[in-house]
Nanobody, 128 residues
Framework: HVQLVESGGDSAQTGGSPRLSCVVSPDSVNDICLAWFRQVPGKEREGISVLAIDGTIRYADAVEGRFTISKDSAENTLYLQMTSLKPEDTARYFC???????????????????????WGQGTQVTVS
């Protein structure tokens, strides 16, 4: 079972550029599909970005051009570089993993998160 531990969340200013990290174990970041989601209490979970095993990357419209997903194989860590933060980016951010997600990515079904079976505990980002 994949374990995911997020960090990097904190209070940030509008326009800021924090980076979130998600340490993955025991699977390699190169062997699984990884994604970032966020959720605000009382609202549905929102897909942010996905990084498929073949390197395909997708972003939600809300963050396209502002956020960048990446991974470091040596650190076995997934990252989310956030830039040009807005107050509406305030949320708890989660990383998620699944063995395969190519079909879901191709059909744009990854956004709901239903395809992902492993989740971290999340890290809070508050933008003011």
């Amino acid at each position: 079972h994949v374990q995911l531990v997020e960090s990097g969340g904190d209070s940030a200013q509008t326009g800021g550029s924090p980076r979130l990290s998600c340490v993955v174990s025991p699977d390699s970041v190169n062997d699984i599909c990884l994604a970032w989601f966020r959720q605000v209490p009382g609202k549905e979970r929102e897909g942010i970005s996905v990084l498929a095993i073949d390197g395909t990357i997708r972003y939600a419209d809300a963050v396209e051009g502002r956020f960048t997903i990446s991974k470091d194989s040596a650190e076995n860590t997934l990252y989310l570089q956030m830039t040009s933060l807005k107050p509406e980016d305030t949320a708890r951010y989660f990383c998620a993993a699944e063995e395969h997600c190519g079909a879901a990515v191709g059909a744009n079904l990854w956004l709901s998160g239903a395809e992902f079976g492993s989740w971290g505990q999340g890290t809070q980002v508050t933008v003011s």
